[in-house]
């Protein structure tokens, strides 16, 4: 293993030069500055928007229903609705003026016809427009606006507005364990799992995990059968060891795996940094103070042990494939492992106690994403993620040993793929 470092070197720094690296770096990094950018774009084709923002409203005598829902919008947060009153009576006059003064849309307010009882009944209110429909974001302010002033109108000032605010605001339905209750729990614990920042760094590191392991896993594959198909390795099984090529390999496309990470990570740093972009990310109301350290250190713990694992496996697979047509076809069970790991984990965010998932979190192939889900947004004991981390080493050193005998014997093994029975026989050939 003296060489490890010049094979590791080598295989840097020959797949950082490839015009393919080169190439699909770019691109990622353009398509990823032009997604980050579509709001602005959309935003610069439609011009100013602030006319989209302005909707009528036709009262006619119903004045101070219409003063009512202004007062509430506006005391809404981040509100940009801007009423304006609207006098004419005629629906085709509303509809001229409606146009002529560039309005999204009015609010017409019709006097209804008085209840069973001769009681006087909430006037019917219908949003006018070009499209005819009512936009998601009007709907979710004007919806609360007119139950508030449908709940005044009803109980004719018998309540006072805190009551008033108090009938039209969402039950909210807290949720605890059996632990908390009994005190047996930290307090507080089940709201810090639900923080957006935490929702967010198990997502990332889940789905860079994925790619990870399906990119430089098939870069490292391919990288070996092609040295195999070309005779290549001939030449280098003289100088350097199998065991030697096959952890140099892992190591090297490791590393220029980072460096595209990084390359990304730069990228997307830069352009949310522009000025119009972070007015975009601070409407998102994320606090950065608040990043999960300890979610982000296991992430990336399981992180690195999960890519090893797969890329070993790659490897071994990689040098029993004679030719690189072969390779798809022959990588496809780790291609399925690491599908289940990344869909068990992402299918299951809502649920992360759920027993699928606790098993999943002890199984080497998928306990990279389920265990970092369980830790980011669950409940999860310390033990457990020692049990864990304890297999997926022993997996690592034991699929480790089982791949540097794959590869040690592979690598010269031409023609068909071969057989287990082939392969186990000339493995008891080599001792590691």
């Keep these: 293993m003296n060489r490890l470092g010049t094979v590791?070197?080598?295989?840097?720094?020959?797949?950082?030069?490839?015009?393919s690296f080169l190439i699909t770096t770019l691109l990622l990094a353009l398509v990823m500055t032009i997604g980050i950018h579509v709001p602005f774009f959309i935003q610069l084709f439609q011009g100013d928007d602030?006319?989209?923002?302005?909707?009528?409203?036709a009262a006619q005598e119903n004045t101070e229903i219409a003063q009512q829902i202004e007062d509430y919008v506006a005391e809404l947060p981040d509100n940009d609705i801007e009423f304006v009153r609207m006098e004419a009576e005629d629906t085709a006059a509303l509809n001229e003026q409606a146009q002529t003064q560039d309005l999204a849309g009015y609010l017409q307010i019709v006097t209804a016809p008085p209840a069973a009882d001769g009681s006087a009944a909430f006037p019917q209110v219908s949003y006018i427009s070009e499209g005819g429909s009512v936009p998601t974001d009007v709907?979710?302010?004007?919806?609360?606006?007119?139950?508030?002033?449908?709940?005044?109108?009803?109980?004719?000032?018998a309540l006072s507005d805190e009551q008033i605010a108090q009938l039209t605001t969402p039950?909210?339905?807290?949720?605890?364990?059996?632990?908390?209750?009994?005190?047996?729990?930290?307090?507080?614990?089940?709201e810090d799992k639900f923080n957006p920042m935490n929702f967010i760094t198990v997502y990332v590191l889940m789905t860079l995990f994925f790619f990870s392991a399906m990119l430089t896993g098939n870069m490292i594959a391919s990288e070996v059968t092609s040295e195999k198909s070309s005779r290549v390795m001939e030449i280098l099984i003289t100088s350097v060891s199998p065991l030697t090529q096959m952890f140099?390999?892992?190591?090297?496309?490791?590393?220029?795996?980072?460096?595209?990470?990084?390359?990304f990570g730069v990228t997307i740093a830069v352009n949310l940094m522009l000025p119009y972009n972070r007015d975009v990310l601070a409407g998102f109301d994320l606090d950065f103070s608040q990043m999960p350290y300890d979610v982000l250190v296991y992430g990336l713990i399981f992180y690195v042990l999960g890519y090893f694992l797969y890329a070993l496996l790659y490897a071994a697979v990689g040098s029993i494939v004679s030719r690189t047509e072969d390779l798809g076809q022959a990588v496809t069970p780790l291609t399925m492992l690491s599908l289940a790991a990344f869909y068990i984990g992402i299918f299951s965010l809502n649920n992360t106690d759920s027993l699928l998932m606790k098993i999943s979190s002890f199984v080497p192939f998928t306990s990279p994403t389920t265990m970092i889900a369980r830790i980011g947004l669950g409940e999860i004991a310390f033990w457990e993620i020692a049990v864990s981390l304890v297999l997926l080493l022993a997996s690592i050193f034991f699929f480790g040993w089982l791949s540097a005998k794959i590869y040690r014997t592979g690598v010269l093994m031409y023609g068909k793929r071969p057989s287990f029975k082939e392969l186990r026989k000339a493995m008891k050939a080599y001792k590691i």
């Design 171 to 190: 039950v909210l339905l807290g949720a605890s364990s059996y632990d908390e209750t009994s005190g047996t729990g930290a307090a507080g614990a089940e």
């Design 8 to 19: 590791i070197g080598f295989t840097f720094k020959n797949k950082v030069r490839t015009k």
């Design 139 to 157: 709907q979710a302010v004007l919806q609360p606006a007119l139950e508030s002033a449908k709940t005044r109108f009803i109980t004719e000032g």
């Design 50 to 57: 602030t006319a989209g923002n302005k909707i009528g409203i």
């Design 248 to 263: 140099g390999k892992v190591i090297g496309v490791f590393l220029v795996g980072l460096l595209q990470i990084a390359v």
